[in-house]
């Protein structure tokens, strides 16, 4: 017998126990956060949408607005706005569904928001389905349809520079954000933050 | 082995132990196998009990070493899973309220501030408590830290893809999973809760600390005593960073130390027993360490300080390297990704160096220095050679003043500490004196910034520094050490002065 031995049995098994139970809570929690019930709060919706599609388990969103009975709904995989609005009753009269995009798909967590007719044009443009469309005010150029013709039109913005608008949407797939000029070459900050007000995604 | 070998050698094995753990507590964020780490820890920890019933004590160890580390990449790997969030890959337009986390900083280009999305919506909309950065224009006021503020802005990527590596590092750390640029901010209120309370606490501490202070004098003192650059300027930053003079931003174990011997006297002097006064000790320095910036230094103080109370309390010796390990398997259990923080290897690299290079460094300078100044010498050597790998592998330099910068500033700092933290409750209690104290804390702090001016301004002062550097700095900083060893094990040879 040597010097280890009673150490080994006076405190030994405590660092066995402390390693064995480190390793169950892990595996137990890695196996929750695999079936995509155990994500944290600090993750958010960016980590859990990626990690789950939303085939996986069906989103919740929450209607609030002018519809008949506001409130949160779990609803089917690829559900559009417009199934939200039908399980929240369907819309009010009051309701102003022209600045809503009404086939935009919806995410798990989403907040759909229906405008009053009588909301000011910004109110609706940031309430629209949870942000999920621009609300197409009049006189704004869309990014995504917009011509070359149509840019041109816009103060500051040459044939070159429309076609490089359009270039860039060719090779990205379209724009989702008119931040995304930013990466247009020769448009700057200034330059972006003058044309912003005139420009929808 | 004769038997006090084998129990000088049992004393090491739970040292052994932790560092096993903390090993592999490391290793879990890259991307090990949870299930198989698992299984083995078990079936680990099975072979070392059955070999311990059969008195292969040697053999047992081993086992249950090898079940630590991987008991340690479990739960790092399971951490990470949990934790870790996807970044935000496209842009949108978000609007609501978000909760301000960290004190912001202000640069010449924005205010930077990390929040917490409270109630967020529009496109690309993070649910609540996905953690974010928030820009906001250079010349905006910053709002304090846990106030609740209304913004409205752009939401986007936190690093394009031309964002050097560092970035991409630093975002996965902090759990950041997008950018929120803003043109302001409208107060709503302010967090509730405990975290409310810390909040509270955070801002009655920034307050106080360097009351009646203004502009980089503010900002060191408020820097020594709760650490963090908040409100310093990016010139008088660099030049701290550049004289080797950070560190004394970082919250240390002398800070802690300092409010619980503050409190142990106050109470000793009101007749508390020891008993009430370990207690009274230990709620100071929570109380303290909450109130600090919440870095990986005060972290590793404040818990190095509670385990060497809770040994007190219970009669137990301190066993500095115990405390060391734990300190750092708790960190890293908490968020194993903290491995990377430089922060987190600044701090226990200082420490390694002070409890292994200082002591021969020490021994060896007293015989030509008086004991105090080779005390202090030892000590910034220690901290100096420990840390210079980390520098040199984290941010590419190295100050080659800093030894003699922290010669002059170290002495300072620790009265700068004790006065600021003093000034902190008399302001508290009658503001015009706690103004007074924090003036004759400027007047250190004032010594600290032109120690920094000056030695930053040295030729060559930041030599800079390939990452693969570390490793022979790493084998000069083991010299003294192994100088020292040797010298004690060699019949016959002693050092230069025979100490």
Redesign the interface.
């Known amino acids: ?9 006076r ?3 405590v ?6 139970v ?6 137990r ?2 196996g929750e ?2 079936s995509g019930s ?11 949408q ?2 789950r599609p939303m085939t996986e388990a069906a989103p919740i969103v929450h209607v609030i607005g002018e519809v008949r009975h506001p409130g949160v709904y779990r609803i089917g995989g690829d559900a559009r706005v417009l199934q939200a609005i039908r399980l929240a009753g369907g819309p009010t009269r009051k309701a102003n569904l022209q600045g809503l995009n009404m086939a935009a798909v919806i995410g798990d ?1 989403q ?1 759909i ?1 229906v405008p009053p007719k009588v909301a000011t044009r910004a109110t609706a443009a ?2 629209g389905a ?3 469309s621009a609300a197409g005010t009049s006189g704004q150029v869309s990014l995504s349809s917009a011509t070359a013709a149509d840019l041109e039109a816009l103060d500051g913005v040459g044939p070159a520079l429309a076609q490089r608008i359009i270039d860039w949407r060719t090779a990205h797939g379209g724009f ?2 008119v ?2 000029l930013d990466e247009v070459s020769g448009i700057g900050p200034t330059r972006l933050d003058a044309l912003r007000p005139h420009l929808t995604p | ?1 004769p ?1 006090g ?3 000088a ?2 004393r090491h ?2 040292l052994a ?1 932790l560092a096993a ?1 903390v090993v592999g507590l490391a290793l879990g964020p890259f991307g090990a196998p ?2 198989t ?3 083995g ?2 079936a ?2 099975v072979v ?2 059955m070999l ?1 019933r059969n ?1 292969h ?2 053999a ?2 081993v086992a ?1 070493a090898v ?2 580390l ?3 990449t ?2 790092g ?3 990470v ?8 890959t ?6 609501g309220t978000v909760v301000v986390d960290q004190w912001p900083s202000a640069t010449r280009r924005a205010v930077r501030a990390q929040v917490i ?1 409270d109630g967020l ?11 974010l950065l928030l820009d906001l224009p250079s010349g905006t006021r910053p709002p304090e830290v846990g106030e609740v503020i209304q913004v ?1 802005g ?1 939401i ?1 990527p936190a690093a394009q893809d031309r964002a050097p590596d560092w970035w991409f590092a630093w975002l996965r750390r902090k ?1 950041i ?2 950018r929120v640029k803003a043109d302001g901010w409208t107060p709503v209120g302010t967090r509730g809760g405990a975290a409310g309370d810390r909040d509270a606490l955070r801002r009655w501490a920034a307050r106080n600390v360097a009351a009646g202070l203004s502009g980089d004098i503010a900002a060191i003192v408020r820097g020594m005593a709760l650490g963090g650059g908040m409100g310093m300027s990016e010139d008088t930053s660099q030049r701290m960073r550049d004289a080797g003079l950070w560190h004394l931003l970082a919250v240390s174990g002398q800070n802690v130390a300092v409010v619980g011997i503050g409190m142990a006297a106050l109470l000793g002097a009101a007749g508390a027993s020891r008993r009430s006064r370990l207690v009274g000790m230990g709620l100071a320095m929570g109380a303290y360490c909450l109130a600090c910036d919440g870095g990986a230094s005060v972290a590793r103080a404040g818990l190095m300080g509670g385990l060497a109370l809770a040994a007190d309390f219970g009669g137990a010796p301190r066993l500095r390297w115990h405390a060391l390990l734990l300190a750092l398997a708790v960190l890293l259990a908490w968020d194993p990704l903290s491995i990377d923080d430089p922060g987190l290897q600044l701090s226990f690299a200082a420490v390694c160096g002070l409890f292994v290079i200082a002591p021969p460094v020490g021994r060896w300078l007293r015989g030509w220095l008086p004991g105090p100044v080779a005390d202090l010498v030892a000590q910034s050597t220690g901290a100096g050679l420990a840390t210079a790998p980390v520098l040199a592998s984290g941010f590419g330099n190295l100050s080659t003043v800093g030894l003699l910068a922290n010669l002059i500033a170290v002495p300072v700092a620790g009265p700068v500490v004790v006065i600021a933290l003093v000034g902190t409750v008399a302001h508290a209690l009658w503001a015009p004196l706690g103004v007074l104290v924090a003036l004759v804390a400027a007047i250190g702090a004032w010594i600290v910034l032109l120690v920094a001016r000056v030695a930053s301004s040295i030729p060559g002062a930041v030599v800079p520094m390939p990452a693969w550097a570390a490793l022979p700095l790493s084998l000069v900083a083991g010299l003294p050490p192994t100088l020292w060893w040797w010298l004690r094990r060699v019949p016959g040879v002693t050092s230069p002065r025979g100490t």
Request: charge should be positive; glycine fraction near 14%.
């Open positions: 017998m040597d010097g280890l031995l009673p150490w080994i049995r405190s030994g098994w660092y066995g126990l402390v390693a064995v480190l390793a169950l809570v892990a595996w929690w890695a956060s695999g155990g994500a944290s709060a600090a993750t958010g919706s960016v980590t859990s990626a990690r967590g907040q928001i940031g309430g949870g942000g999920n989702s954000s931040d995304q | 082995m038997l070998g084998a129990h050698l049992a094995v739970p132990m753990l949870v299930a780490a698992a299984a820890a078990v680990m920890a070392g009990w311990a008195a004590s040697r047992a160890v249950l079940a630590c991987c008991a340690g479990a739960w790997a399971a951490r899973q949990a934790t870790e969030v996807r970044p935000l496209r842009w949108g337009h978000v609007q999305a919506w529009g496109s690309a909309a993070p649910a609540a408590g996905a953690r409205s752009t986007g759990h999973a997008a």
